[in-house]
């Protein structure tokens, strides 16, 4: 009996240790670092581990993809990102959904508040003077850089505008610029508007101004079979994180 027992304990002492939930890594547009950072406490406190985050462009996130950085999920600001990854097979196409959406706004420093009317024929150029320049991602590959040059071109003025923009890496970046003042106007995300205290609101272009601001969210094919990134996404993009999106900001899409 007591041999028995013996050789049981030795063969548990020997058997390998169940392997810890590794965190799920999220490859995540920079306009959504703070209300992702929030819900990822929230699934922390679940008693989950906590995500690793990967904030930057969509086009940078997904180009690291592309030569296989180890995401688990990408969360892109805009379709034609997370399309590019799924065209290459590298999105799970089945988990790929967009439930919220945002609006784009022209900023100013919080010091020196403005009114614009944002409408075809009104002349932001004048208002930019002669040395001035408008904030915004690069239009070449940034999100926030495309939404504005759709809404710039529907006002009439993209042509003269374009040689006069401060073209950022992200969203993030050209926020900042204005926040120090380093550009007089900016167009960003109403949510990174939102969360500055450097910045004010001069005016929101219409909707009907540029495509509508989505951000799908989709498993990569390398999780395909990660249950805790499937749970993690169901989460995120599911009604319990509903809440958190609208308190930063994020609407739902029509």
Same mark, same amino acid.
């Given at each position: ?99 919220? /959406? ?26 930019? /003077? ?33 040689? !006069? ?6 969203? !993030? ?12 106007? /900016? ?33 990569? !094919? ?33």
């Amino acid at each position: 009996m007591r041999r028995r027992a013996l050789v049981a304990g030795l063969a548990l002492l020997a058997a390998p240790p169940v392997a810890a939930q590794q965190p799920v890594t999220v490859f995540a547009a920079a306009s959504l670092t703070d209300a992702l950072r929030d819900l990822g406490a929230q699934w922390a406190a679940r008693g989950n581990p906590a995500p690793r985050f990967s904030f930057a462009a969509s086009s940078a996130l997904a180009r690291q993809i592309e030569q296989g950085a180890p995401a688990d999920l990408f969360m892109s600001a805009d379709e034609a990102w997370a399309s590019y990854l799924q065209e290459r097979r590298l999105l799970v196409e089945a988990t790929r959904s967009s439930p919220i /959406g945002n609006a784009l706004v022209l900023v100013t420093p919080a010091d020196a508040p403005r009114r614009v009317t944002l409408a075809p024929g009104t002349d932001l150029l004048a208002l930019l /003077g002669p040395g001035g320049r408008i904030a915004t991602g690069d239009p070449a590959h940034v999100p926030v850089g495309r939404y504005a040059q759709a809404a710039l071109s529907w006002m009439g003025h993209w042509g003269a505008i374009a040689p !006069r923009l401060a073209r950022a890496d992200n969203v !993030r970046a050209a926020l900042l610029l204005v926040e120090r003042g380093e550009a007089p106007f /900016g167009i960003v995300y109403a949510t990174d508007a939102a969360a500055s205290p450097g910045v004010r609101v001069a005016g929101t272009f219409p909707a009907e101004s540029h495509e509508a601001i989505t951000y799908p969210f989709a498993l990569t !094919r390398r999780a395909e079979g990660n249950a805790q990134a499937r749970a993690l996404l169901a989460f995120l993009a599911g009604p319990e994180a509903a809440p958190g999106w609208q308190r930063f900001g994020f609407t739902r899409p029509q």
